[in-house]
T-cell receptor
Framework: RKEVEQDPGPFNVPEGATVAFNCTYS??????FFWYRQDCRKEPKLLMS???SGNEDGRFTAQLNRASQYISLLIRDSKLSDSATYLC???????????FGTGTRLKVLA | SQTIHQWPATLVQPVGSPLSLECTVE??????LYWYRQAAGRGLQLLFY??????ISSEVPQNLSASRPQDRQFILSSKKLLLSDSGFYLC??????????FGPGTRLTVT
């Protein structure tokens, strides 16, 4: 089992739709979780950290499910500009490393 | 505020030539520093990370090396490039195991 796994997609959704991605992780003791957005040929940009209590920033909501070992990202009212690849990252316990998923590609269609 | 610089933005190098990519961070002290490579259409592969000057951890054995001569400077090097070294090289920083921030990257093509 990979340390961090994501559905590569693509997820094709119409403007205004709600879409959710999951990211599973293998190390149950992991403490820190993050979502990044990466546009084509650009560097990943931090979207949000994922806290145990969840995290919301405008149209974006991130949640952590420790029992099932996954984090999720929910995007409401999708915009064309949300089209990108969304990467999750997990910090394994006792290290300063970050393990990234391979990303989920989102296409928002007009 | 913190800023991370990488240069050059693009690079085309012949097989067997040396490589030196530099990354500097401004606005923070004693950051953790990272080098990643992203092959076309692939995920991020952690190459090296450093928690302090002169401290380098290597994640993937290969013909690359890294050095941290100053607190906010991280250098990725190779003595002889291979075709398989082509990719998008990203430097990143974090404070402890907190949020990680990436530089703009260097797109390397080995011909």
């Amino acid at each position: 089992r990979k340390e961090v796994e994501q559905d590569p997609g693509p997820f094709n959704v119409p403007e205004g739709a709600t879409v959710a991605f999951n990211c599973t992780y293998s190390n149950s003791a992991s403490q820190s979780f993050f979502w990044y957005r990466q546009d084509c040929r650009k560097e990943p940009k931090l979207l949000m950290s994922v806290y145990s209590s969840g995290n919301e920033d405008g149209r974006f909501t991130a949640q952590l499910n420790r029992a099932s070992q996954y984090i999720s990202l929910l995007i409401r009212d999708s915009k064309l500009s949300d089209s990108a690849t969304y990467l999750c990252a997990v910090n394994p316990p006792g290290t300063y490393k970050y393990i990234f998923g391979t990303g989920t590609r989102l296409k928002v269609l007009a | 505020s913190q800023t991370i610089h990488q240069w050059p933005a693009t690079l085309v190098q012949p097989v067997g030539s040396p490589l030196s990519l530099e990354c500097t961070v401004e606005g923070t002290s004693n950051p953790n520093l990272y080098w990643y490579r992203q092959a076309a259409g692939r995920g991020l592969q952690l190459l090296f990370y450093s928690v302090g000057i002169g401290q380098i951890s290597s994640e993937v054995p290969q013909n690359l090396s890294a050095s941290r001569p100053q607190d906010r400077q991280f250098i990725l090097s190779s003595k002889k490039l291979l075709l398989s070294d082509s990719g998008f090289y990203l430097c990143a920083w974090s404070v402890l195991a907190g949020e990680q921030y990436f530089g703009p990257g260097t797109r390397l093509t080995v011909t």
